[in-house]
C-alpha cells in the first residue's frame, strides 16, 4: 500500500502546533514570520502565509501590530470564539427576507445607491461572505427588493367591472409604491425589464383590463407599457427630488424661492410673453396632481382608441 503523502504546509502546522501545546512557544511568544518559515522550511512565500492562516484560525496565534505573530493566550482564544458563537449564531439566523427586508430600509431612507452587499450585512451585524449564501450578487439583491416591494402592495382579489376604472386602480396603486420607494422607479426598466415575479399580477390586471375589447395584441401590449412608462417616468422625479434635496438642503419650494430673480430676469425680456402672463398667476406645482392630470388623459385617449374598434 502506497504511504499516504501529507501536504508540506500541513507537516509545518502541526510542527507549530505541537511546539505551542508543549509550551515550547509560550502565550505572547513571536513565531515564525512568513520569511522565517520560507527560510527555516524551504517553501515559497504562498505556503508560509497559509501556515499561519491556518494556524490564526485554529485560535493558536494572533497578529499584534508592529511586533508580528504571537502565540494566542487563552483570553484571546475565548474572545475569539465567543465572537465567532455569536457571528454564527447571527448568520444561522439570516433569512432571505430579513436581508431583503434591510436593504429596502437602507434604499428608502439613503436611496438605492447605498445598498451594497457590505452596507446589508454590517446592518445585520453578519460578515459579509455569509450573504452570499441567500443571495446570489447585488443584482440579484436588487430583483428581491423589487419583488418585496410589489409583493407588499397586492391586488384587490376582485377588480372593478370597467376597463377605465380597473386601470385607474392599478394605476394609484402604483403611484403610491412608487412614493414609498423612490428608489423603485428608476430601477425598473421597461427595455430590459427584470424577472419581477411579484410585478407579474400587475402586468395581467392592466392587460385583462383592455383585452378581449377590440383591440389586437400589439395595441394592448402598447398601451399597457405606455401608461406604465408614463406613471413610472413621472415617479423618477420623486427620487430626484430626494437627492436634490439631501445635497441642497433646500425643498422644492425653497429651491424655487432662491431661483426667483433669475427666471424673473429672463422672463423680462420681453421674449417669452404668453408664460410671463401665465406664471405671474401664480402656479403651485404638485407631483401628485401632475401624476392625476396626466392617467386621466391619457385614460381619455384609451378611450377615444376602444370606441374606434368597438
Known amino acids: 500500500m502506497d504511504k499516504q503523502v501529507v501536504p508540506r504546509f500541513s507537516q509545518i502546522v502541526a510542527e507549530l502546533r505541537q511546539r505551542i501545546e508543549s509550551g515550547e512557544l509560550a502565550p ?8 522565517e518559515i520560507t527560510r ?34 487563552p483570553a484571546d482564544t475565548g474572545e475569539r470564539a465567543a465572537r465567532r458563537r455569536r457571528r454564527n449564531a447571527s448568520e444561522a439566523a439570516l433569512a432571505p427576507e430579513r436581508i431583503v427586508a434591510v436593504a429596502v430600509e437602507v434604499a ?30 447585488k443584482d440579484d439583491l436588487l430583483v428581491q427588493m423589487m419583488d418585496r416591494a410589489f409583493c407588499d402592495s397586492p391586488l384587490p382579489a376582485d377588480p372593478p367591472e370597467g376597463w377605465r376604472e380597473r ?34 399580477p400587475y402586468t395581467e390586471w392592466a392587460l385583462a383590463a383592455l383585452d378581449g375589447r377590440g383591440l389586437d395584441v400589439p395595441t394592448v401590449m402598447t398601451a399597457h407599457l405606455t401608461l406604465f412608462n408614463y406613471i413610472r417616468g413621472t415617479a423618477v422625479s420623486v427620487e430626484l427630488e430626494a437627492d436634490a434635496e439631501a445635497l441642497s438642503g433646500l425643498d422644492s419650494e425653497e429651491w424655487m ?17 404668453v408664460l410671463s402672463r401665465l406664471t405671474q398667476t401664480g402656479y403651485d406645482f404638485d407631483l401628485d396632481a401632475l401624476f392625476e392630470f396626466g392617467l386621466q388623459r391619457i385614460l381619455d385617449g384609451f378611450a377615444v382608441l376602444l370606441e374606434q374598434h368597438h
Open 108 to 137: 428608502d431612507r439613503e436611496g438605492l445607491a447605498a445598498v451594497s452587499m457590505r452596507r446589508v450585512a454590517a446592518e445585520l451585524g453578519v460578515a459579509t461572505m455569509s450573504l452570499y449564501r441567500h443571495v446570489a450578487d
Open 257 to 273: 424661492d432662491s431661483q426667483e430673480s433669475t427666471f424673473e430676469e429672463i422672463l423680462a425680456t420681453g421674449d417669452f410673453p
Open 28 to 35: 505572547g511568544d513571536r513565531v515564525p514570520s512568513t520569511r
Open 40 to 73: 527555516q522550511w524551504g517553501v515559497a512565500m504562498a505556503t508560509a502565509t497559509r501556515v499561519l492562516t491556518e494556524l490564526r484560525q485554529a485560535g493558536l496565534v494572533r497578529a499584534v501590530p508592529g511586533v508580528g505573530t504571537v502565540v494566542a493566550t
Open 167 to 200: 386601470l385607474e386602480l392599478v394605476a394609484r396603486l402604483l403611484w403610491a409604491m412608487f412614493r414609498r420607494h423612490p428608489w423603485l422607479a428608476p430601477a425598473l426598466s421597461v427595455t430590459r425589464p427584470q424577472p419581477v415575479a411579484g410585478a407579474v
